[in-house]
Each structure stands twice: as C-alpha cells, then as structure tokens.
C-alpha cells in the first residue's frame, strides 16, 4: 500500500494551493481519505475527511469555507483545494486513509494508511 502526496510549496497569504495524494495497493472505495497536518514543533491534526460510502464530508473549523477536499474512486486519488491561505496554514500536510472509515475521525491511530507529507509553506 502506498499513499503518495504532492502538491506542496511556497505560496502568499491569500493565495491558493492543491495538494493531491495518490492511492496504490488498496481498495480505496472502501478506505475513509482525510488530510492532516503538522507544523513545526505542534502535533499532527486533522485538517478534513470524507466518508468512506458517500461524499459526507468533514472539516477542522479553522478551514471550513477554504479548503475544499474531494475524492475520485476511479482515479483512487484524494485532492485538498486550499484557497485564502494564511501563514497559520503552514504545515506538512499528510494524506491518510481509514477502512470503512466515517471522514470524522481526529484520531491517527484510527488511520492504516499515511503518505509521505509534503511541506506548505504560506508567506507573509
């Protein structure tokens, strides 16, 4: 199984950015995707996740309404749209995956599967 994440760089506050995780070795149909996020010195948090049977999606409160997280089961691809960054944004990004999972989970341990991370870095 392999997660494979890219998509990550440098960008100005208020600007935009996709992140796309691509999933291998899996039946990704039946895997939850979410994306998490560490930056430095902090724990790693959950960012937004779907549900792994329908397109019930779930964000942190902090990017609601500017980050936009989506999925194509025939591509076995996850994507993360984040618009008006802000340097708080500044983090590795991780994609991860979750058997039957609900979207909703915080928990990393409720997460098999983990990508590698891919540093986004929001200028001021």
């Known amino acids: 199984v392999q997660l494979q994440a890219s998509g990550g760089g440098l960008v100005q506050a208020g600007g935009s950015m996709t992140l796309s995780c691509d999933a291998s070795?899996?039946?990704?149909?039946?895997?939850?995707p979410a994306w998490f996020r560490q930056a430095p010195g902090k724990g790693r948090e959950f960012v937004a996740g779907i549900r792994w049977n329908e397109d019930t999606k779930n964000y942190k409160d902090s990017v609601s309404g500017r980050f936009t997280i989506s999925r194509d089961n025939n591509k076995n691809t996850v994507t993360l749209q984040m618009n008006n960054l802000k340097p708080d944004d500044t983090a590795v990004y991780y994609c991860?995956?979750?058997?039957?999972?609900?979207?909703?989970?915080?928990?990393?341990?409720?997460?098999?599967?983990w990508g590698q991370g891919t540093l986004v870095t929001v200028s001021s």
């Open positions: 991860a995956a979750s058997l039957y999972g609900s979207g909703y989970s915080t928990v990393t341990t409720n997460y098999e599967y």
């Open positions: 070795g899996l039946d990704f149909e039946k895997y939850a």
